[in-house]
Antibody, heavy 122, light 110 residues
Framework: QITLKESGPPLVKPTQTLTMTCAFS??????????VAWIRQPPGKALEWLGT???????NYSPSVKSRLTITKDPSNTQVRLTMTNLDPLDTATYFC???????????????WGQGSLVNVS | QSVLTQPPSASGTPGQRVTISCSGS????????VTWYQQVPGTAPKLLIF???RRPSGVPDRFSGSKSGTSASLAISGLQSEDEGDYYC???????????FGGGTKLTVL
């Protein structure tokens, strides 16, 4: 059974740094094509991709947050961390981590999502 | 402003067939596969359709996906009350080098 769970502070002050952890089980971040993505959803709004870390430790980030975002994975390959600097009230959202796969650079999709963690920047 | 364009709302009565559209460009839908997610408010999205028209195990065959050029569609036949929720399309974007999402369509079963 694949599970992912986000953890982090529910409240962050503007200009501060957000650190969130995604603890996952039921899959390995080692095989080719496997990835963990961070996606957020402001209250009442649409999903927004933030960034992805891949099996080979490659990463890519959305241009909208690239200068502020870092995604890392721990050596045990059971946790992924999101660090976002200089937070703004517009960063208020539910943050999801997700198990995704990519094939031939044309097929990328999320198989499973974490339950999400609401972060309020105020 | 989302990269992929979806109608904000759709509705139908039980048993009807409903279609939700998703419009993009050559850099996303035009050259890559499309994914659809279903989200019940207050919960995480759930994978509904992947690789444009494939269903994960457990998703009823009432749900189907298709694509033509730079547009995609999700069709739901035999509409049921439990189909109410928000539906999002997504595709890899070659210019962004990442996935993009639609703005979501809120489906109401009347």
């Amino acid at each position: 059974q694949i599970t992912l769970k986000e953890s982090g502070p529910p409240l962050v002050k503007p200009t501060q740094t957000l650190t969130m952890t995604c603890a996952f089980s039921g899959f390995s971040l080692t095989p080719a094509g496997v990835a963990v993505a961070w996606i957020r959803q402001p209250p009442g709004k649409a999903l927004e991709w933030l960034g992805t870390i891949y099996w080979d430790n490659d990463k890519n980030y959305s241009p909208s947050v690239k200068s502020r975002l870092t995604i890392t994975k721990d050596p045990s390959n059971t946790q992924v961390r999101l660090t976002m600097t200089n937070l703004d009230p517009l960063d208020t959202a539910t943050y999801f981590c997700a198990y995704a796969t990519i094939h031939n650079s044309s097929s990328w999709y999320v198989h499973y999502w974490g339950q999400g963690s609401l972060v309020n920047v105020s | 402003q989302s990269v992929l364009t979806q109608p904000p709302s759709a509705s139908g009565t039980p048993g009807q067939r409903v279609t939700i559209s998703c419009s993009g460009s050559r850099s996303n839908i035009g050259g890559n596969t499309v994914t659809w997610y279903q989200q019940v408010p207050g919960t995480a999205p759930k994978l509904l359709i992947f690789n444009t028209h494939r269903r994960p195990s457990g998703v009823p065959d009432r749900f189907s996906g298709s694509k033509s050029g730079t547009s995609a569609s999700l069709a739901i036949s035999g509409l049921q009350s439990e189909d109410e929720g928000d539906y999002y399309c997504s595709a890899w974007d070659d210019s962004l080098n990442g996935p993009v999402f639609g703005g979501g369509t809120k489906l109401t079963v009347l």
